[in-house]
């Protein structure tokens, strides 16, 4: 038996308020994008390629069916379809994530998108803050067609060059050995 | 067996280019649509709720799990989730519907959203051309809290009091006597 | 006797609700659009030209006072001046069209601007419900450097290649041989 | 004989730059303006009235045949047609206006939109820099539902309280005596 | 001696990408926002009073030469002059920020702003990584009227009622008693 | 002893409305701008390096403590920061300037920005109506990477090619010989 639930943001990322970034207006029919060239100039958004050009390929993608693998530390796995992988998303505003979640506690941890609202339907299992039970698949539309995302942990202990540990330690309260531990883990996440 | 499947669009949509409005940003954290009141005045989008009594609720929509009736003339069902009907998505430029599909020919009529791009997945059957051969179901993301729909027919045949009807005789290229049909059959949609 | 009327929106626009795109604002003073290179890429609106080599033709467009040939099927006329034929209109978010009506029922076919909202004064003759009795000349403001252009008649019977008969007769309500001769005389459109 | 031409701004603005702002989107079909009650609260934008009360007339205004009084110092007139007066107008981010010139130089004076971009189109005579040797009638239309103006000498030197005359007379290399004299003048205007 | 540097944002803020919304342009001259009532109706942004009663004051926000309490346990504070405090801000896109920090390894913890950019300028002191070796005094500007304030820290271990212990347990890779200990700290910040 | 005053807006200011344009939303973490190819093309807003090649330093800006020449007719000077000197500003929204102020009517004359609203802090002296008795210095914040600056006085009499001077005299009320005697006077401002 399926059971289909619905909600506008894992109950998680209400911790951390809404994004609320708005992609600009297209100002053509089509703007298909084309891979970035090396070596070479961007714009904000991307280039497009000739309209006349444009197919419906342009605006399928693939391959969704497929579960992700939730073989990791977090027992979650997301398949972002943004505009690098769907070009036809360009200036068109929007975005689409398959999330997998393995039964036992699967997560997908802390994290905000700084482009994008995200809207959620679980389409197979359950989900209960951010946490399943069992195998549970979901799917995210995001209002933007690259939505970003931060994971709190990795951004916070993670990076490389790694943020000054004394920073950290005040911050979240810990000492600096926890947080040269945590930098240690996250360092190869 | 299942199968995913994945469209930025209906095709057919192609067809009447994209819908390319952006709503306007939120301006706080919480701001919660509130019903309106009778008799009384509107604002652009919704007036909102005291977000100190912003509850997780808001954001909670139950029973995409049902079938919408498929049980009509075109075979198919849109149960769309906007501000409306979730209060919570007031401000944040994003809503979700659930498409379902009747088997031989269901179809989502030729229509626009004038104030969303819509992204579709197809999490059950298969759809060709807005099409089902076999029973479907897709979700779709939409890119304002009230994209808003123009069912292409119904919009020009069906509306009360009727477009002139040689208005219509001349723009489609028919008689008379075919719009007048065509009018009686939509106005009772 | 001259009578100068004003409307919003052609009152059949109504029934197709209004446009809602608004153009990305400008980044600088001047960014005035430069024609598209062959066989390259493009972005989101237009490349434009050193702004130091701006001049005041970039932002005039002469011959708006030759009326249009109204000598077709619908008895209408309008010419667009858009971002492409007029080039200083690039990043400004507003573009203008003249429409010239035929007498005895001269008609602009019901259509939508997917990117614009449309404000209207008739200068010459008298426009009711979008059809002339005598001549009528209008101009129109539009909310977009390039507004586009759906018009629902050809957009659903005369794209190549066409729409399947079988989606365009359940959903106008046709039979498919009367789907299949629209599908004719607008694929000569 | 007519002569229509076309500008996308008088030729004097180009001096004060383009006016950049756009109007937020709508987020619902109608939103018609009422006017403003008495010792009450506003919102950025117009209240609107019960949207399922919506007509017809909400999006005409009738009398731009009617030419402008050009009787005044500067021999030009403008007739603004805004959210204030048309209410339909609200959330749809475009307004228009009639503009009448007096013959022997009638001159619409510097001035800029700080909330539209302005487009123009000569119907009657010639404008040349902004002044007019004959009669002549322009119609613009303005990228905002209320595009706001600026008269920059009405702004410098007719305030109420006045500017102090010292800043002026530094700003604009003027000594006091002479802006004093440009005060009384513009303090009448 | 003083110096004044200039950074974009706080080092530290890399780390979490830039925030990105942009407040809905104004749409009339004034709307200076009015306090909420109580047990009533809100709007995206604010009500404002009658834009006929604006007076200069509503503009002018004093005591920003007043130093702000630094003697808590991260050594810093930030004094946000936004909508709330400020009236005249309202629908004009931007706010202002005094941050203080303490010698001796003042900090501004890990933060981000999910509606504002913030651009900073030291005016006493130096920063590094967003800390202070010695008093410090920086200005931000902000590009919303409402910016928000996420601080990391508090918004994954101190809120009321606490995220599940597992959940971080296994996003930050610390085991339950570590975690409830951090909830204990917060929860009292 | 040091006071700190705040105003978001220069009171003259206040005479012109606030300026209101918004910049597009960025669409990806890092888009620095690249400096502009040399006869070449541009866009709207700026093209931007290769987002891997991103470094901190794109985001600093020394010097701000080296107070601006303000020997000058007005005894004034602005130091703007925007894209054009900080590239890691291009698509964030926001630009810096500060502003210094001779003793004895230092004058920031009548100016507009036409792409933002801005922000303005006093950090040293006092500053009344834009004139400054004492040195003084102020930084302010605006709303746009590029705000642009349109300083009324040097826009009506300083263009070259100038303004017709019979347009100036009648929007005015100057004599031809008052406008051609300020019109040398800007014309080597």
Redesign the interface.
């Known amino acids: 038996m ?8 894992l ?2 990322a ?16 089509f ?1 298909v994008a ?1 891979p970035e060239p090396k ?13 006349n050009l444009t197919v ?1 390929e342009d ?7 497929v579960p992700g693998n939730t073989g990791n ?2 027992g979650s796995n997301v398949t972002l ?1 943004n505009v690098d992988k ?1 070009f ?9 994530a ?1 999330l997998d979640f393995a039964p036992n ?1 699967g ?1 997908n ?2 994290h ?1 998108h ?2 994008a ?3 959620l ?1 679980v ?1 197979e299992g359950t989900l209960y ?3 399943a039970k069992t195998n549970a698949v979901a ?8 939505p ?1 995302v ?1 994971t ?2 990795n ?3 993670g ?1 490389n060059p790694p ?2 540990p ?3 330690a ?5 000492n600096n050995d ?1 947080v040269v531990k ?1 930098q240690k ?2 360092a190869n996440a």
Do not use: Y
Not at 16 to 25: H, L
Not at 139 to 146: D, E, T, Y
């Open positions: 399926k059971s289909f639930h619905f909600l506008v943001l109950s998680l209400l911790a951390f308020s809404f994004a609320s970034a708005f992609d600009p207006s297209p100002l053509q029919d703007c084309i070596n070479a100039v961007f714009v904000n958004g991307k280039f497009c390629k000739n309209p419906a605006f399928f993608f693939p391959g969704l069916n530390r977090v379809v769907l036809g998303l360009n200036t068109l505003g929007i975005s689409l398959r506690d997560l941890p802390p905000t700084p482009r609202t995200e809207i339907v389409v803050f951010n946490i799917f995210a539309g995001l209002s933007s067609q690259n970003g931060i709190i942990a951004a916070i202990f990076p943020i000054n004394d920073v950290l005040k911050a979240f309260q810990l926890e945590l883990l996250f």
